[in-house]
């Protein structure tokens, strides 16, 4: 909701970028400080915390026993699911997930399993019957702008921290059998959004950004810098200049993150 | 269920329904169909069949979503259960209310909301039959639909999608590219602003990918939007002879 403070910001945001400036002092395609935390939950199969500035996610995994989709009865199953807790946000209010909340699972899962991250064949006990059902749960703690970014780093830094159990199959039985296995990785997607602010485009919006912006663009880079997966946002529009002006920032910017991180 | 074709494309380098790979699927547009709403529109684009209706602008429901500078714009999209193959549950998927986001902020940047402060307009779609590309074919009706509606828009918004099927770069994915295809791009546009309001993509492609492929989802935009245009003319042309009868 548009308020005096964010028209005076605003305007100061966007002078400031007309300079190629931010109120941060950042430059227009740099990251805010980047921190990742694997393991921080030891009750769940997999964990990791990741901090981008002062916004903070911490996503579980659950790798439970359930049935296959019967277009896939040789595949795992992935679950992603999204909480803006009431906690992290003015904004943020409890209750069922709102359309928020659901656009941002959706991306997330969108970029882990169009890049194919998980070897979700290597997830079937029995062909038809059971799988291996990997629950990622995406948990916004403090909310100072790009969720999307931090929520898929966080994601896929907890599958590559998630374990499942060693099993056997006895006479059609399933026995879950003492120690673990790490979750099959095959991808480790980076997804860079880009916010454009009048007719500039910066990197990792902030808050205040965020705020102002005039629509947000998402992709997902995997290993190989192709794209898996794109969401724009927000009540503006792109030039399709800028959409592949969008293209290769991201390219790049996921480039650099996937260097930092040797993933 | 049909059996899974083998390939997406064949040997003469055309589609399952014989298509050339930046063809798009017979589009057929009618304004005005609806006739409580105070705007409304009908397509068909392959075996899609959508109709959308707009009411607004009006009060604000609940009171205290108005917004003092501009109207709301509210969003629905909805799929009837006997639209696929398996019933769906009339009640709202993650997925429809994923859409809805989506569409509306697709159409947003086409409507003057300053003009009509502290109302709220509704946008509803509902998708009788869908066949591949519903929420592009949604976009294209739910704009014609607030035009017929009288609402000021900058531009009319019209979707299309691209985006791999096999190993070629194809126009307006029906279901079984959507499917089994490698990758899809919707795209909406207002063509007259040179303004993309709607960019999604899921699949794989690389970066030369995904530039034809928005090109061509972009040609494929200027094509309908033409048909837009007539379908609103069509609608008080009508009006028109019935007058002078």
């Known amino acids: 909701m548009a308020s005096v403070v964010t028209r005076i910001k605003q305007k100061q945001i966007v002078e400031l970028l007309e300079k190629g400036k931010r109120l941060d002092g950042r430059e227009l395609t740099d990251y805010r400080e980047l921190k990742i935390d694997q393991g921080i939950i030891e009750r769940a199969e997999g964990s990791a915390r990741v901090r981008l500035g002062k916004t903070e996610i911490v996503v579980g995994t659950k790798v439970e026993m359930g049935e296959p989709f019967s277009d896939t009865p040789n595949e795992g199953v992935l679950t992603v699911n999204a909480e803006l807790v009431p906690l992290a946000s003015p904004k943020f209010e409890a209750g069922p997930p709102d359309e928020n909340s659901i656009e941002l699972a959706r991306i997330v899962d969108r970029g882990i399993r169009e890049s194919k991250v998980i070897d979700t064949e290597k997830l079937c006990i029995e062909k038809g019957k059971k799988v291996f059902v990997v629950f990622v749960d995406v948990y916004v703690l403090n909310h100072d702008g790009n969720l999307i970014d931090a929520s898929a780093l966080a994601a896929v830094a907890a599958l590559l921290n998630t374990k499942m159990s060693n099993y056997e199959v006895e006479d059609g039985e399933v026995k879950l059998k003492s120690g673990y296995t790490q979750l099959p990785i095959k991808q480790h997607p980076i997804t860079v959004t880009c916010a454009k602010i009048g007719e500039k485009l910066v990197v990792d919006p902030g808050l205040e950004e965020e705020q102002v912006m005039d629509a947000r663009l998402s992709m997902a880079i995997d290993d190989d810098g192709d794209i898996c997966a794109i969401q724009k946002g927000g009540a503006g529009y792109f030039t399709p200049e800028q959409v592949i002006e969008v293209s290769k920032l991201a390219k790049d910017k996921a480039k650099e993150i996937r260097k930092k991180l040797d993933w | ?245």
């Open chain 2, 1 to 245: 269920m049909n059996e899974k074709p083998e390939k997406l494309i064949d040997k003469k380098g055309l589609r399952l329904d014989g298509r050339k790979p930046d063809e798009l699927r017979p589009v057929k547009l009618e304004v005005g169909v609806i006739p409580n709403a105070d705007g409304s529109a009908y397509i068909e684009q392959g075996k899609n069949r959508i109709l959308a209706g707009v009411y607004g602008p009006r009060e604000v429901h609940p009171k205290h979503l108005a917004l003092q500078d501009r109207a709301v714009l509210k969003c629905r999209y909805h799929m009837a259960p006997f639209s696929v193959q398996e019933r769906k549950s009339p009640a709202p998927s993650r997925r429809e209310i994923e859409i809805s986001k989506v569409i509306r902020e697709s159409l947003e940047p086409s409507v003057f909301t300053e003009y009509y402060p502290r109302t709220m307009i509704d946008v509803f779609i509902e998708v009788l039959q869908a066949d591949g590309g519903t929420r592009c074919a949604s976009i294209t009706a739910a704009s014609l639909a607030l035009a017929d509606a009288g609402i000021p828009l900058k531009d009319l918004v019209v979707a299309c999608a691209a985006g791999k099927a096999d190993d070629t770069i194809v126009l307006d994915l029906m279901d079984e590219e959507d499917k089994l295809g490698k990758a899809d791009v919707p795209v909406a546009l207002m063509p007259s602003l040179n303004g993309i309001t709607l960019l999604q993509m899921d699949g794989k492609l690389t970066h030369d990918e995904f530039e034809t492929a928005v090109n061509m989802a972009i040609e494929g935009c200027k094509k309908i939007y033409p048909m837009q245009k007539e379908a609103l003319k069509a609608k008080y042309v009508g009006i028109k002879e019935e007058a002078e009868e």
